[in-house]
C-alpha cells in the first residue's frame, strides 16, 4: 500500500472530522478519503465507458446517414422536415 499526503483546507478537514464522528461510518478521515477516492475513481470509470458507448451510437449513425447519402453537411429545412417524417412513421408517432 502506498502513503499519499493531501494538503485541504482546514473548514474542510474539520468538516471531514465532523462527519467521521457524528455518524460512525469511518473509523478514521484516512477511511473516509480511501473510500472517497474510491467511488470518485469508479465513477469516473463509468463515465469513461457510457462516452465509449455514445461514441459508438454516433458513428453507427453516420454510418447509417452515409448509407443513405449523406454528404456531411447538414440539412435543409425540407430534408428535416423528411427525415422527421420517415422518423415518426418508422416509430408509429403521430403528431396531433
Sequence with gaps: MKM???????KLATEIDGLVKETGFYSSRSEFLKDSIRRLLNEMQERKEYRKKVRAAFRELAMKAKARGW??????PEERNKILDEYL?????KLT
Excluded at 499519499?4 to 482546514?10: C, R
Excluded at 412513421?89 to 408517432?93: A, D, G, L, S
Design 4 to 10: 499519499l499526503s493531501v494538503q485541504v483546507e482546514d
Design 71 to 76: 454528404n456531411g453537411e447538414l440539412p435543409t
Design 89 to 93: 412513421k418508422e416509430n408509429k408517432i
